[in-house]
């Protein structure tokens, strides 16, 4: 048995076969009256691992912070890309949109954002921006008859969607109402 003075702490170190030593720290009893053992052993796996899970975690929080922080960014960038994307294509199909417009639907379309459509049968359509219910069958006057719907299934530009119904109009009047729904 050994003996270590620390100031009011002293250690007894002794063999022991379960952890190969041990040590006993005693309040040096002329200081105090009070006393505490603990192992080596138990006293430093504790210390060294609360330490370590302490610092692993921490790491970890913080690397998870970091990813949250990331997929935001990311999102973002993926968000603008998708609005940029969209934006593009409304520009583009805006663009092929008046160049298939007669000198009097461009005229038209620039002023009121719609377009006069007349067909072989004689019938007058107003095609207004958007992508549903926004062909207007109109009578000689101008007073709309009834609204007709009918678009591609999936999401393409208002402006492409308002070519392809002038082009079924002025070329296929009589499928373009036959899928058409009514309001």
């Known amino acids: 048995m ?10 007894t170190s002794y063999q022991n076969s379960a952890t190969n030593s041990t040590d006993t720290w005693k309040w040096n009893e002329e200081s105090s009256s009070a006393t505490a053992t603990a192992t080596t052993y138990d006293t430093w796996y504790t210390w060294v691992n609360q330490y370590e899970e302490s610092a692993i975690e921490k790491m970890l929080k913080k690397g998870r912070e970091y990813k949250q922080k990331i997929n935001r960014m990311v999102d973002a960038v993926n968000s603008y890309k ?11 199909a805006l663009k092929l949109l008046k160049e ?19 067909t072989a049968k004689g019938n ?3 095609i207004k921006k958007g992508r ?22 999936s999401y393409i530009p208002d402006f492409d969607t308002m070519l392809a119904q002038k082009f079924y109009l002025e070329y296929f009047e009589d499928e373009f109402l036959q899928i058409a729904n009514r309001h």
């Not at 050994?2 to 250690?11: A, E, F, R």
């Open 100 to 118: 298939n417009l007669t000198k009097e639907q461009l005229e038209r379309f620039e002023k009121d954002e719609c377009i006069p459509v007349d």
């Open 2 to 11: 050994v003996y270590c003075d620390t100031g009011n702490w002293i250690s």
């Open 132 to 153: 549903t219910g926004n062909v207007h069958m109109i009578d000689k006057d101008g007073n709309t008859i009834h609204q007709l719907c009918a678009h591609p299934r």
């Open 124 to 126: 007058k359509y107003l």
């Open 82 to 92: 998708i609005q940029r994307a969209k934006e593009l294509a409304e520009e583009k």
